[in-house]
């Protein structure tokens, strides 16, 4: 177990296939989010799926991105599947655009800042009126587009230092995805940071939310196969993901 603040307020740390997951019970998550973006530590929320966590198995920068996250929320199904065929206790799943909402809805209450940072200009500024719209109560400190020429990169970090949000709220554009914040830790001051191209381009009205029935049953996925049809290619990792899990049950990891 690893605590997230004060209180009674816990979250348990999990491994999958050797990857770190978070069990974030559902009721625990508005006092886990507030504990982060409140706290002078650098709180990276990871949405992982099991593409990802293989990933992680292979890229030892990543690994360390997610090991040094406040919070690896599972998002495939058969990450928390894995979990229960390895006898862990099974996290709950979070569609990524409830989990960012749910969070914001945490921080509005407490006038929390919020700084936005991803996409073209339209995007951006798209988001930011959304989730000022949405969410009156939260303060937007600052934006920028995640198309910026490297020359930049060290003003729009001192920038968010110097702005100090409580939530970063990153999307597409950004070099590295989610290891951007990760390379950039030091950069920063405390707070929570959160990368989703996926629920950037949701809150930017250009993208559809799957629906919770298709989230739950596992196949919110199946559109983007239609689309690009060559992540069939990705077949033999989710087979070698199994192979794995019956590795890590027979040696009780």
């Not at 990802?52 to 360390?64: I, Q």
């Not at 406040?70 to 199904?77: C, E, G, K, Q, Y």
């Not at 049809?229 to 990792?237: G, Q, S």
Request: net charge positive.
């Amino acid at each position: 177990m690893k605590a997230t603040g004060t209180g009674e307020t816990r979250v348990e740390r999990i491994r999958v296939a050797g990857i770190p997951i978070d069990n974030v019970p559902e009721q625990d998550l508005p006092s886990v989010v507030e504990s982060i973006a409140s706290s002078k530590d650098i709180g990276q929320v990871v949405f992982l799926r099991l593409w990802d966590l293989m990933r992680a198995r292979r890229s030892r920068e990543f690994r360390a991105c997610l090991e040094a996250a406040a919070l690896v929320i599972p998002v495939s199904i058969g990450i928390v599947r894995g979990a229960r065929f390895l006898k862990k206790s099974v996290p709950p799943r979070y569609m990524p655009f409830e989990f960012v909402v749910r969070a914001l809805g945490a921080l509005e209450p407490r006038n929390r800042s919020v700084y936005v940072i991803g996409g073209d200009q339209k995007t951006v500024t798209t988001v930011e009126h959304n989730v000022k719209r949405t969410f009156p109560g939260v303060r937007l400190v600052g934006r920028y587009s995640g198309l910026y020429p490297r020359s930049l990169e060290a003003d729009i970090l001192t920038g968010i230092k110097k702005a100090a949000p409580n939530l970063v709220f990153a999307g597409h554009g950004l070099r590295g995805k989610n290891l951007w914040i990760h390379r950039h830790r030091a950069s920063f001051h405390g707070g929570m940071f959160l990368w989703s191209s996926e629920v950037f381009e949701q809150f930017a009205d250009k993208a559809r939310r799957p629906s919770r029935r298709s989230f739950q049953n596992g196949t919110d996925l199946w559109p983007s196969f239609f689309r690009r049809p060559w992540r069939v290619l990705r077949i033999p990792v989710y087979v070698w993901y199994c192979l794995v899990l019956v590795v890590h049950r027979i040696r009780g990891l």
